[in-house]
Antibody, heavy 120, light 110 residues
Framework: QLQLQESGPGLVRPSETLSLTCTVS??????????GGWIRQPPGKGLEWVAA???????FYTPSLKGRVTISADTSKNQVSLTLSTVTAADTAVYYC????????????WGPGTLVTVSS | QSVLTQPPSVSAAPGQKVTISCSGS????????VSWYQQLPGAAPKLLIY???KRPSGIPDRFSGSKSGTSATLGITGLQTGDEADYYC???????????FGGGTKLTVL
């Protein structure tokens, strides 16, 4: 079965760029049927959509992060990546990657998440 | 402030039934499928309901979903202590061109 695993630095300094990678095993992350997405959850708070990418490279970003966030995919490596520039403490969160299904708008499965802390 | 509106918390006794509401607009719930996610303490969210009312394989039929207009509802019957979790509704927003979630509802089984 499909399994997702996020990886990243854990700690990022304010004003620097955060880079995360989601590695998929047991199947393909992005196909004509599925797309890849990133969701984050600040400590003690709710879920927030961050970005999504489909099989033709179309990208979708939450308005509050536009201009700072970029999602990309490497289908040969079965990976989806996220970069977030000029980070602040407000970007501290658990970052999840998940696979979405075309036409159904649901996310399944999810990775276990990786905590990113922005601090000097 | 979330695009979709959920009650912050609900509670009920073991064995009872509870419903969780999710309110949106024509840009999101009104024209897109709704999904529901269960997040147990310390765990990643898990898909509970998709396409408004369908259950993925392995999800017990104690969990149900429905949608009417710009609102959706998650129902849980035969409550168990293991159901204590945060529940989130989610969908696509055609105006924002991105997915959106509700603020989450904490379920307490008394």
């Amino acid at each position: 079965q499909l399994q997702l695993q996020e990886s990243g630095p854990g700690l990022v300094r304010p004003s620097e760029t955060l880079s995360l990678t989601c590695t998929v095993s047991g199947g393909s992350m992005i196909t004509t049927t599925y797309w890849g997405g990133w969701i984050r959850q600040p400590p003690g708070k709710g879920l927030e959509w961050v970005a999504a990418i489909n099989h033709v490279g179309g990208t979708f970003y939450t308005p509050s992060l536009k201009g700072r966030v970029t999602i990309s995919a490497d289908t040969s490596k079965n990976q989806v990546s996220l970069t977030l520039s000029t980070v602040t403490a407000a970007d501290t969160a658990v970052y999840y990657c998940a696979r979405g299904q075309m036409g159904h708008d649901c996310l399944d499965p999810w990775g276990p998440g990786t905590l990113v802390t922005v601090s000097s | 402030q979330s695009v979709l509106t959920q009650p912050p918390s609900v509670s009920a006794a073991p064995g009872q039934k509870v419903t969780i509401s999710c309110s949106g607009s024509s840009f999101n719930i009104g024209n897109h499928y709704v999904s529901w996610y269960q997040q147990l303490p310390g765990a990643a969210p898990k898909l509970l309901i998709y396409d408004n009312d369908k259950r993925p394989s392995g999800i017990p039929d104690r969990f149900s979903g429905s949608k009417s207009g710009t609102s959706a509802t998650l129902g849980i019957t035969g409550l168990q202590t293991g159901d204590e979790a945060d529940y989130y509704c989610g969908t696509w927003d055609g105006s924002l061109s991105v997915g959106v979630f509700g603020g989450g509802t904490k379920l307490t089984v008394l």
